[in-house]
């Protein structure tokens, strides 16, 4: 069956970095878009990126486009999302989609 693996969150300041992983298997990677989603406390969950199976499209919601960076590597069945210039607003549980699947969350903390 499906199973994606989140990693990569952590605790980092206004204006900081953090790179998140994602890994998957059961199900043919290279054929499958991917998507990156984030839910925090009390609010719904929103998503924040997509991309082709190839990794030749990107999507972003307008709140990220420009600070982060969704992409893949098919050899390694994972898809990464890069975070620059982290704001207070992108505290959350950040969880990899696919196909009705999602991964358990990785918690990431923006604070100074």
């Known amino acids: 069956q499906v199973q994606l693996v989140d990693s990569g969150g952590g605790l980092v300041q206004p204006g900081g970095s953090l790179r998140l992983s994602c890994a998957a298997s059961?199900?043919?990677?290279?054929?499958?878009?991917m998507s990156w989603y984030r839910q925090a406390p009390g609010k719904e969950r929103e998503w924040v990126a997509r991309?082709?199976?190839?990794?030749?499209?990107?999507n972003y919601a307008d709140f990220v486009k420009g600070r982060f960076t969704i992409s893949r590597d098919n050899a390694k069945n994972t898809v990464t999302l890069q975070m620059n210039n982290l704001k207070l607003e992108d505290t959350a549980v950040y969880y990899c989609?696919?196909?009705?699947?999602w991964g358990q969350g990785t918690q990431v903390t923006v604070s100074s």
């Open positions: 989609y696919y196909g009705g699947s």
């Open positions: 059961g199900f043919t990677f290279r054929s499958a878009p």
């Open positions: 991309i082709s199976s190839t990794g030749g499209s990107r």
